[in-house]
């Protein structure tokens, strides 16, 4: 993204940040408004009338009159120029309809399945970025070895499929040992496999890029200074390897938030977890079209937001961004 | 260690080469045959990797369904990697305009997560192998087309193809002999890397019920049919499972391999 | 000598049900416990309305017996028994028949059960802006219902119904309040008001319905355990589509009934003293496959009767269910009394199918060893749908598959979701199909079997997926559809399956299956003998 050139005085604040601001957020629109139209159009690709899938697809036995009616109350007698403006108007005042399959307005829908996935993203992002930590220090210390066999574990992690991890916990934990359930039930200890299943590959993934970074760290001039001035590895390690390699994986989060959705809506299926993810899936084998279309806005603003977030942190973290 | 890791992960290559080309010399046996009284037994002598509710050898249906998997691999990441190369020269090689709409268009797909375009592409087209196969393409375009677009950057101000600009060499030229090579290197560690990550979507597709169907010796569509038995009969599951994550893992270790080679020499 | 066994494996098995089932319904040495949440966890689809007059499927009909009650039921004897009716007679030209409604039923919104409130539920049916299917076409000889005093209503028909009981007996034919009906049919299918033991008090879509007790629940039927309040507190009802993890949740505890449980489960429950196992298959037509008679090449008899003595269900059966299902020969289900069972019309027999084949004409074989004729090869189209099929029953089909190769058939499995399979039948592009139907009673076989069956409807659908058109058996089916007199009902039924058996219009697999678990903590669940769905009534929870 194109950032504008800061000419201002460093005095005034709001002249630094006003600009950037608005660019980004014009941005946000854009892209979603960009993603609106991709889906609005791609809908009416799909074969079929959409007002028998209202009713039911072609089995529901639906009337005439009973198809008329529907497409009526869906807008869709109206000419698609017209559908299409009136589309975006009611998404622009957050209406993203109602759920074909459900009978709900979709924005009910995902307000009662979006705190789960959030919270279960969130939880497995730490223990990720906890996993990948612990197996970078253990990298930095144990020498060769375990530097080797905690990239082998970083690999594996990040190849495996969530459906099959999820399985071979599920085989493990629930019904060999009896120590978790196999369904997410409130609480803690409903929580605890399906967390582990999202945040082992992602692990995986944040503690290759990690390692990369610390390796160049270790063997950096200012990592050679600091020993050179008599601090410990240790040190060295947690206050600047580390903190040059955070750097990578913060510019990582966009993806992460994309991989961590992509994984819900494995995981939340599997440990019949409620979550958008869920209702996502349910919506595409049953052709909901509004409830896939809302979840698909929602998601793509939750991107832009984590991004415009990143950016932010950059910005704050390093100054050089902001003179640019 | 990561000698060994990388002659493990091309000798399982070597493997699923040889079953995906030649599947009768490591499995001779046929992979649809029925034996209903032999049904969901272990694994053992006769049948390593234990039979299906059919009767039907699994690991005669590996072996035999290696070509499928790996093809369903290969077609995504050619899908994915063929787009953002046309999107990644747009943007490296085009004009200002044109790179800058190509990377809000690329900007615009990256909000969508990648198994969400996917399924939004399943949507519109319906369930299968194909669709879910250029699903998985569509979904992994976006990734390959922004590393391919810095790669191409970064070539561009190469001495070497100033030169080759002063000294009146046309676009062509510039493009074929010059540009594609010095991309070539990168894009195979891409490939690479990418087959295994594909085949790891398809197979999750055909998990949640949208990709490949049985009786075919899809591993994904294996899995998909072994998911109703996972409680009392692991194996059904466990082995195709195996091999999917095997396949990911070697072809990410075998791509490393090569990338850390290039940056050797 | 695991085909000897399995038999002896069944029986046994049928015998612990049996033995199940008592404890169940009559614990011995322990009182029922009142209180407590029951868990239970459906692996059918989620309703779209909570409202069975409203389409009218078993995933609705599941729910709904915990919070509806209909007119009558049946006993375990398949007789027909009180509930909120305590009487009813049939006037001597069977063109009427008048209710006597129980006393001091009350809806759980206040409202009496009355005369009025029936006559306004069979009115809501038989409004087509309902969109009522299942309760619309039970009650298509019904033309309407009348007060004739407070607690007395009154059919009346066109044509006589033999049928008419077994119809009111389901679940889709539930009486609700009349206040509650004249909502708006969205409220209506989120909080739908009967008169039965539990209320509907939150349905959070995609996760689960809560029930409470209804505390002043009055109103069970003749055969119930016990009278009064139900046990339980609550229920809450889970939707866990997968069936794996449905089981994983039951043997942790997670929940504490499933539904759909899987055959391997159903045998490895049994190794368990802690869970228990209901078999209750569904009434109307077993499961089976149907042959489309109205196209080539099933419009020979002979090409049928090959396809179905090259298929070895049996053994399919065998490696398939491990016991849990048991060979249906018949076009009815086995809690059907009128139904009758041929097995000798479907010996596996290979070469009896090749010689009919030869006779039929289809005399060459191709490369691949399927027969051919006149160029064209013997080969069948078989859409199956992913949501009535379950996985046992689609690899079930793709081993007839292959015996039936064997024959020189090219079967074409195609698996498909339930709208394009619907558009595939309507299309009258199928050779085979397997299509459930769940309805109360022998008229079932006028539905699936009637010439008028095979005229689709304005959207596609029809019911004759066999598509037998044939006068005698419509004259049949009519005739016992309007008699009052059983033992004429009884034989003019026979007829009518000999012809459908001996036509090889059907090959039948088994009953509908409908196994529940449950864990033992949970006491006295029974299935309901109309439908087959479960109540929660009678049932506590000792732990």
């Known amino acids: 993204m194109a950032l504008p050139v800061a000419a201002a005085p460093r005095s005034s604040v709001a002249r630094r940040w006003l600009p950037w601001l608005l660019l980004r957020l014009g941005g946000v629109v854009f892209v979603l408004w960009a993603v609106a139209t991709v889906t609005f159009f791609a809908i009416r690709l799909i074969p079929g009338d959409p007002a028998e899938a209202i009713l039911g697809g072609p089995g529901s036995q639906a009337s005439a009159a009973a198809l008329a009616k529907a497409r009526a109350d869906f807008g869709l007698d109206q000419p698609l120029p017209l559908q299409y403006l009136h589309y975006l108007g009611r998404l622009a005042v957050g209406d993203l309809g109602q759920s074909y399959a459900l009978r709900q307005p979709v924005i009910t829908v995902i307000g009662q399945n979006l705190g789960g996935t959030l919270l279960l993203a969130a939880v497995s992002l730490v223990v990720a970025a906890a996993i990948a930590l612990g197996l970078a220090a253990w990298s930095a210390w144990g020498g060769p070895g375990a530097s080797a066999v905690s990239s082998v574990l970083e690999v594996v992690a990040a190849a495996v499929p969530h459906f099959w991890l999820a399985i071979s916990l599920i085989l493990l934990f629930s019904t060999t040992l009896d120590w978790l359930p196999p369904v997410s039930i409130p609480g803690a200890a409903g929580l605890i496999l399906p967390v582990l299943t999202l945040a082992i590959p992602l692990a995986g993934f944040l503690g290759q890029v990690m390692r990369e970074s610390i390796l160049d760290a270790m063997a950096s001039p200012f990592v050679l200074a600091a020993r050179a001035r008599g601090e410990g590895s240790n040190g060295v390690f947690w206050r600047h390897a580390l903190r040059h390699a955070a750097i990578p994986a913060i510019g990582l989060a966009g993806w992460a938030f994309g991989a961590l959705i992509s994984g819900a809506v494995v995981v939340e299926t599997i440990f019949a977890r409620p979550g958008i993810g869920r209702s996502l899936l349910s919506a595409v084998q049953q052709r909901d079209v509004p409830l896939v279309v809302g979840v698909v806005i929602v998601v793509a603003l939750g991107y832009m937001l984590v991004t415009t977030l990143t950016d932010l942190a950059d910005r704050l973290v390093d100054p050089r961004l902001r003179a640019r | 260690m990561r000698r060994v890791t990388l002659v493990l992960a091309v000798a399982v290559i070597v493997f699923l080469v040889l079953a995906a080309l030649a599947p009768d010399l490591l499995a001779p046996g046929n992979p649809l045959a029925i034996h209903p009284l032999q049904s969901f037994r272990g694994p053992s002598f006769a049948h390593p990797f234990g039979t299906d509710e059919s009767g039907r050898d699994i690991y005669t249906r590996i072996v035999h369904g290696t070509g499928a998997s790996l093809l369903i691999g290969l077609a995504a990441t050619a899908i994915g990697v063929g787009l953002a190369l046309v999107f990644g020269l747009l943007a490296g090689l085009g004009p200002r305009w044109l790179d800058f709409g190509t990377t809000r268009f690329l900007e615009v797909l990256f909000a969508f997560p990648g198994l969400l375009f996917a399924l939004l592409f399943i949507v519109i087209y319906g369930p299968g192998v194909v669709t879910s196969t250029v699903a998985v393409g569509l979904a992994t375009a976006p990734g390959y087309a922004r590393i391919i677009r810095s790669q191409v950057l970064v070539v561009r101000r190469a001495p070497y193809l100033e030169a080759a600009l002063v000294l009146g060499r046309g676009p062509a030229h510039r493009l074929f002999r010059h540009l594609l090579p010095n991309v070539a290197g990168s894009l195979f560690v891409l490939v690479t890397l990418g087959i295994g990550q594909s085949i790891v979507w398809a197979s999750s597709l055909s998990y949640l019920g949208l990709g490949a169907v049985p009786p075919a010796a899809e591993w994904g569509a294996m899995l998909s049919a072994g998911r109703t038995y996972i409680s009392s009969f692991w194996w059904m599951t466990f082995f195709p499972g195996l091999f999917i994550v095997l396949s990911a893992i070697s072809t990410t270790v075998l791509g490393r391999g090569i990338q850390q080679r290039g940056r050797l020499s | ?543």
Not at chain 3, 275 to 292: K, Q, T
Request: include cysteine.
């Open chain 3, 1 to 543: 000598m695991k085909r000897f066994l399995s038999p002896l494996i069944a029986m046994a098995a049928v015998g612990l049900l049996l033995v199940g089932c008592t404890t169940t319904a009559a614990p011995r040495g322990s009182a029922p416990v009142s209180g407590g949440t029951l868990v239970y966890a459906t692996g059918d689809a989620e309703p779209t309305c909570l409202d069975p007059h409203v389409g009218g499927n078993y995933p609705q009909a599941l729910v709904a017996t915990q919070y509806l009650e209909s007119l009558v039921s049946k006993n375990k004897a398949g007789d027909i028994i009180p509930w909120l009716a305590t009487k009813w007679t049939e006037s001597a030209n069977g063109l009427s028949w008048d209710f006597t409604l129980r006393k001091n039923v009350k809806f759980t919104d206040g409202t009496p059960l009355n005369a009025e409130a029936v006559a306004a539920n069979v009115a809501h049916l038989q409004d087509p802006a309902t969109g009522s299917s299942t309760g619309y076409l039970a009650l298509q000889k019904v033309t309407g219902v009348t007060v004739v005093n407070d607690l007395t209503a009154r059919f009346t028909l066109s044509t006589p119904d033999s049928a008419l009981l077994d119809s009111l007996s389901q679940p889709w034919l539930a009486i609700e309040s009349a206040k509650a009906l004249k909502r708006s049919q969205a409220v209506n299918c989120e909080s739908p008001v009967g008169t039965g033991p539990f209320i509907v008090t939150k349905w959070v879509h995609q996760q689960s319905i809560s029930l409470v007790r209804n505390d002043k629940y009055n109103s069970p039927p003749a055969d119930a355990a016990h009278t009064g309040p139900a046990y339980l507190k609550a229920i809450q009802w889970r939707f866990l589509p997968d069936s794996a993890s449905r089981y994983a949740a039951l043997q942790s505890g997670t929940v504490d009934v499933i539904d759909n449980a899987q055959p391997d489960t159903l045998v490895a429950a049994k190794k368990t003293k802690d869970l228990v196992a209901i078999d209750a298959p569904r009434p109307g037509a077993s499961n089976r496959i149907e042959l489309n008679s109205s196209i080539a090449p099933f419009d020979d008899k002979r090409v049928r009767e090959a396809f179905i003595r090259s298929a070895d269900v049996n053994d399919a059966i065998t490696s398939l269910f491990f016991g849990t299902a048991k060979r249906s020969y018949s076009a009815l289900s086995s809690v059907e009394k009128l139904g009758i069972s041929e097995p000798k019309l479907f010996t596996y027999d290979q070469k009896a199918a090749a010689k009919l084949l030869d006779e039929a004409g289809w005399t060459q074989r191709n490369s691949d060893g399927y027969r051919v004729k006149d160029g064209k090869v013997l080969e069948l189209n078989f859409p199956v749908s992913t949501n009535q099929s379950i996985p046992a029953e689609q690899s079930l089909f793709e081993q007839l598959q292959a015996t039936t190769k064997q024959a020189g058939f090219k079967v074409d499995l195609h698996p498909l979701d339930l709208s394009s399979w619907y558009g595939a039948l309507g299309a009258n592009q199928y050779n085979l199909v397997s299509a459930p139907y769940t309805k109360v009673g022998p008229d079932v076989l006028r539905i699936l079997y009637d010439s008028d069956g095979t005229k689709p409807a304005p959207s596609g659908y029809f019911a004759n997926h066999s598509q037998v058109k044939d006068p005698a058996l419509d004259a049949l089916l009519v005739r016992a559809g309007e008699t009052s007199d059983q033992k004429e009902r009884a034989s003019l039924y026979k007829q009518a399956q000999d012809i459908i058996l001996g036509g090889y219009y059907i090959l039948p697999l088994y009953d509908q299956q409908n196994h529940y678990l449950l864990r033992s903590t949970v006491k006295g669940v029974r299935a309901m003998p109309t439908v087959s769905t479960p109540t929660m009534y009678d049932a506590w929870l000792s732990r």
